[in-house]
């Protein structure tokens, strides 16, 4: 019996050791089942959260950070939750014009993590140039991945 005992420790120990971490993942808007009222032209990107063990109360709010005609600006982004537990809808709420990058950061219990997503100058996300990380992105961070999709456009 003890020895039973000692393997299902030993493989709950593994089995924990080896589960991913809390993380982000964005796909196209077509991945997203929306409650009634939101149309697919409206929305920006699909935003899933990885990993959480209760979908249902994970959290992402999130800013459209860029440089319009010069000028720095910040536009908070309207985050929809989906018929999906854990499954979310980001409204196309920045400007056409500029450069732009999504500062989206999620919550699932007490685990955070974020991404920087960067747009392209047609309007759509660019997932080779976007950044995901196991914590809250920083404001030095989301200025890099700015400034060099600034200087790649």
């Given at each position: 019996m003890e020895m039973v005992k000692a393997t299902c420790f030993a493989l709950a120990l593994a089995s924990c050791a080896w589960a991913a971490d809390f993380s982000l993942a964005i796909g196209n808007p077509v991945a997203v089942a929306l409650p009634n009222g939101i149309v697919k032209k409206d929305i920006g990107l699909a935003v899933r959260a990885e990993s959480c063990a209760d979908p249902a109360k994970a959290q992402l709010s999130g800013t459209a950070e860029g440089i319009e005609n010069g000028v720095r600006r910040s536009v908070p982004l309207r985050v929809v939750p989906a018929a999906t537990p854990g499954a979310y809808a980001v409204l196309h709420d920045w400007p056409p014009q500029g450069v732009w990058v999504l500062n989206l950061t999620?919550?699932?219990?007490?685990?955070?993590?974020?991404?920087?997503?960067?747009?392209?100058?047609?309007?759509?996300?660019?997932?080779?140039?976007?950044?995901?990380?196991?914590?809250?992105?920083?404001?030095?961070?989301?200025e890099s991945v700015l400034t060099n999709l600034r200087g790649a456009q």
């Open positions: 999620g919550h699932c219990g007490s685990s955070t993590a974020s991404a920087i997503v960067a747009i392209g100058t047609n309007g759509l996300f660019i997932r080779e140039s976007s950044k995901f990380f196991p914590r809250a992105a920083t404001a030095a961070e989301v």
